[in-house]
């Protein structure tokens, strides 16, 4: 088993410029998260989905955030336009759901906006 | 809305010495609980979980758990400490229910292993 696999690990880009972080889930998992971590606020959730469907997106900072699971597969976060306060490490997590609620996460997305 | 904290944000032990890491959590129903190890760089990996059943839970890497509800609170133990446990630990909780749903996190604790 591959794991969540997360892409790019490592993203450094100019104030302004649009972001796109990339999520592949365990296959056979339903529900998928988006967290985002830093040292002022730890670990947030920012929004989860189930059976690709959007759930909870109360986390999503702002609408400069946006985030979409078109198949059961894949998952993607865009940020259009960063800031450098969006600087963090993103993490994607998946959970197979079904009453198992264990949580998997990827090996992050270490995000630099300058 | 659930919260957890975590009291201590370094601890330092002594390799081969027991180490207890505190946790304790708000939700006004009955939670799922998780305690996650992350090392430098790395994703977060899960070390045990309580659902409901026996308070006491046994994880990997000989990593145990006491649900006390009366203290809302999920401590994590290990008898011995090795230095390859130095890391950060975070405590969640999760609400119950049929579906999936997000965790909250507790800000960490760094755990610093002397030889």
């Known amino acids: 088993d591959a794991g969540v696999i997360q892409s790019p690990r490592h993203e450094v880009t100019e104030m302004g410029q649009e972001v796109t972080l990339r999520c592949k889930p365990i296959?056979?998992?339903?529900?998928l998260f988006w967290y985002r971590q830093t040292m002022m606020r730890g670990l947030e959730l920012l929004i989860y989905?189930?059976?690709?469907?959007?759930?909870?997106d109360s986390g999503m900072p702002e609408d400069r955030f946006s985030a979409k699971m078109p198949n059961a597969s894949f998952s993607t976060l865009k940020i259009q336009p960063s800031e450098p306060r969006d600087s963090a490490v993103y993490f994607c997590?998946?959970?197979?759901?079904?009453?198992?609620?264990?949580?998997?996460f990827g090996p992050g997305t270490r995000l630099t906006v300058t | 809305a659930q919260s957890v904290t975590q009291p201590d944000i370094h601890i330092t032990v002594s390799e081969g010495a027991s180490l207890e890491l505190r946790c304790n959590y708000s939700?006004?129903?009955?939670?799922?609980l998780f305690w996650y190890v992350q090392s430098p760089g790395q994703g977060l990996q899960l070390l045990l979980k309580?659902?409901?059943?026996?308070?006491l839970v046994q994880g990997i890497k000989g990593f145990e758990a006491e649900f006390k509800r009366s203290q809302s609170s999920f401590n994590l133990r290990k008898p011995s400490v090795h230095w390859s446990d130095a890391a950060e630990y975070f405590c969640?909780?999760?609400?119950?229910?049929?579906?999936?749903?997000?965790?909250?996190f507790g800000k960490g604790t760094h755990l610093i292993i002397q030889p």
């Open positions: 997590a998946s959970s197979p759901g079904g009453g198992n609620h264990e949580q998997y």
């Open positions: 296959s056979g998992h339903n529900s």
């Open positions: 989905f189930n059976n690709n469907v959007p759930i909870d």
């Open positions: 939700y006004g129903a009955t939670p799922y």
């Open positions: 309580y659902f409901s059943g026996d308070t």
């Open positions: 969640a909780v999760g609400a119950g229910g049929g579906g999936a749903d997000g965790l909250t």
